[in-house]
């Protein structure tokens, strides 16, 4: 083989892995991810119940974002999911999960006593273990599962603490995702947001 075939070769080889690295550091995959005792303050949620697999949960909250932008003239920048079930020790076709935005206490209260098409209610504020994460799209999505969330399980498995629902807060407007596993909240009070 001549050395001109094997330098194009080379170079190629060479952009097409610096080029694949820069995805993975724009998407998040070499991000610092910290597990920190946060004080969250009440979250006023706007959800969707659902049962079955967690992939897909973005496919909810989208729908969700847009009821209330037509209905209510409400702009909802952070998304979430509070994850009830462990996929690791439950069905994951059977798993409950609850998806939609979090608004601010001025659009709750713009909203009628009873809506349709989704739930109203609100977090009490509590303390929480939360890890951060860079919201860039789908990849980061993925990314941020796998690093993040899975930082937050190691830590919680390391310190014994029990394992429980796990909150996923899509922030727009920080382009961040924070993973959210509540100390403080009253014991099965997210189960019941799935029962309203």
Not at 59 to 69: D, I, K, Q
Not at 75 to 97: E, M
Not at 109 to 131: D, I, V
Not at 170 to 177: N, Q, R, V
Request: contains cysteine; glycine residues 10%; charged residues 20%.
């Amino acid at each position: 083989m001549s050395p001109l075939v094997i330098g194009v070769v080379f170079l190629v080889v060479l952009v097409d892995g610096a080029v694949m690295a820069g995805f993975a550091y724009y998407f998040g995959l070499f991000a610092r991810v910290r597990v920190e005792t946060v004080e969250l303050p009440a979250l006023w949620l706007a959800y969707e119940r659902r049962t079955g697999p967690y992939m897909g949960v973005a496919a909810v909250m989208e729908p969700m974002r847009e009821l209330l932008a037509r209905r209510y003239g409400i702009a909802c920048a952070q998304g979430f999911g509070i994850y009830l079930d462990d996929p690791r020790k439950a069905d994951r076709n059977h798993v409950r999960s609850v998806l939609g935005c979090v608004l601010s206490g001025e659009d709750a209260a713009r909203l009628p006593e009873t809506t349709e098409g989704f739930y109203l209610a609100q977090l009490p504020p509590c303390r929480a273990l939360m890890t951060r994460f860079p919201y860039r799209g789908a990849p980061s999505r993925m990314m941020g599962v796998m690093r993040a969330a899975g930082a937050l399980l190691r830590h919680m498995e390391r310190n014994g603490i029990p394992s429980g629902p796990i909150m996923e807060i899509f922030d727009l407007a920080a382009s961040e995702t924070r993973y959210v596993r509540f100390h403080e909240m009253p014991d099965g009070y997210l189960e019941t947001l799935y029962e309203a």
